[in-house]
């Protein structure tokens, strides 16, 4: 069973150079470990890619929540549900068919996600919410970590809420960007259930402790 509330630091800000070291930091504390893959065509900037996935799968047993800002990811996306992860999210913007890509990483063992672009409505894609496990709404622009959170962005979670909620669907909703203590209560009223956090959590002094007063804030218990 999932906790009513997940908490996914993302690797985005942690040392590139210790990533094991930094993912062991946060065992028993986090709920999923935020992957952000981005191939500078999507956003303008490049990240990790498939063999990080592989190689850092073996080191921790958190599941994996990998974030794909990549352009085509019907070709990549299958890989990483292949090497493991627990959820594969590819971006709305990025692919003419989200239902079938859905379908593909499912029958690949992995939860697939939707993920949502700060310029993007989310309201042509309401109906596909029972095609997907997981909404992730950017709460910035999608491309770096460090954004400052942009409160507007949050009328789409509660679009999405409304409508999980009508329609009695079993999907996460994620928030991503710019979440911390000053904004993590916000998105939770806002009906999000799964939250990234990169700074707010590798760059505290202690990233479990960090994951324990923003899981607190965002009024989960699990
Ligand atoms: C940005 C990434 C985010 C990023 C969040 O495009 O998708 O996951 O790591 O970083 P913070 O929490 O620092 O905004
Ligand atoms: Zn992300």
Redesign the pocket.
Known sequence: MEPSQIIAP?I??ADFARLAEEVHAIEGAADWV?V?V?DNHF?P?LTIGLPVVQSLRKATSIPFDV?L?ITDPERWAPGYAEAGAYNVTFHAEATDDPVALAKTLRAAGAKAGLAIDRDTSVEPYLDLLPHVDTVLI?T????????K?LPETLDKVRAVRRRITADNLEVRLEV?????ADTIEQAAEAGADAF??????Y?AQNPAEAIRKLRALAGGVG
């Open positions: 993302s985005l800000a935020h952000d981005m956003v900037n974030h800002m950017m910035i622009k999608a491309g770096f970590g460090g954004q959170f991503d960007g710019g979440i911390a990234v956090a990169g700074t707010a959590v760059g």
